[in-house]
């Protein structure tokens, strides 16, 4: 069974940063291709950032470009979202995605706010 539990959202101030966590269990992580993704209240689920099985491919929005960076271990099977100079838009719940052999598995996502 296929399990994905993110982790490390919270309350910052703006300006802030926070590191997000997605360990994974039942994949091969070595063969998957790992999204993050956020749902802000009221809003759809907006793509965030992608890292390729090989982790050698890394694609971010435009809306987080220069400001957050996506990175894994394989050993840890982790992935994680590192986002640095958070603004209040930012505020969302924050999902990690996996896609393995033609299946695709989600977390339950973790909150970030960015408040003062």
């Known amino acids: 069974q296929v399990q994905l539990v993110e982790s490390g959202g919270g309350l910052v101030q703006p300006g802030g940063s926070l590191r997000l966590s997605c360990a994974a269990a039942?994949?091969?992580?070595?063969?998957?291709?790992m999204k993050w993704y956020r749902q802000a209240p009221g809003k759809d689920r907006e793509f965030v950032a992608h890292?390729?099985?090989?982790?050698?491919?890394?694609y971010v929005a435009d809306s987080v470009k220069g400001r957050f960076t996506i990175s894994k271990d394989d050993a840890q099977n982790t992935v994680w979202l590192q986002m640095n100079s958070l603004k209040p838009e930012d505020t969302a719940m924050y999902y990690c995605?996996?896609?393995?052999?033609?299946?695709?598995?989600w977390g339950k996502g973790t909150l970030v706010t960015v408040s003062s």
């Open positions: 995605y996996a896609a393995q052999y033609g299946r695709e598995y």
């Open positions: 039942g994949l091969t992580f070595s063969s998957s291709l």
């Open positions: 890292i390729s099985s090989s982790g050698g491919g890394t």
